[in-house]
Nanobody, 122 residues
């Protein structure tokens, strides 16, 4: 079992930056691929970014490509999402997810965090 705790959300003006963190429990974190997802009010949860177990492979949704960067520190059991050039349409609850597979797969994660709110004002 893996427990995930997100942090770093908040209120920011358009064009600003935030860095989200997702801390994971357990000794198997370094073997898991990780992903970030978001859910805006009235919308379905959508994929944002993912990273393989080693950090050697990453993937992004077209809507965030070039603005967001996913990274991980396996020594700290933490995955990050650096968000630059934020837009009002990025407003959502952001969730991290863990995959028992070490490679990026675009399916529902095996484990979810509780989410952190990001609000971008215009």
């Amino acid at each position: 079992q893996v427990q995930l705790v997100e942090s770093g959300g908040g209120l920011v003006q358009a064009g600003g930056s935030l860095r989200l963190s997702c801390a994971a429990s357990g000794r198997t974190f370094s073997s898991y691929a990780m992903g970030w997802f978001r859910q805006a009010p009235g919308k379905e949860r959508e994929f944002v970014a993912a990273i393989s177990w080693s950090g050697g492979s990453t993937r992004y949704a077209d809507s965030v490509k070039g603005r967001f960067t996913i990274s991980r520190d396996n020594a700290k059991n933490t995955v990050y999402l650096q968000m630059n050039g934020l837009k009002p349409e990025d407003t959502a609850v952001y969730y991290c997810g863990a995959y028992r597979t070490g490679f990026i797969v675009l399916v529902t994660p095996n484990y979810w965090g509780q989410g952190t709110q990001v609000t971008v004002s215009s």
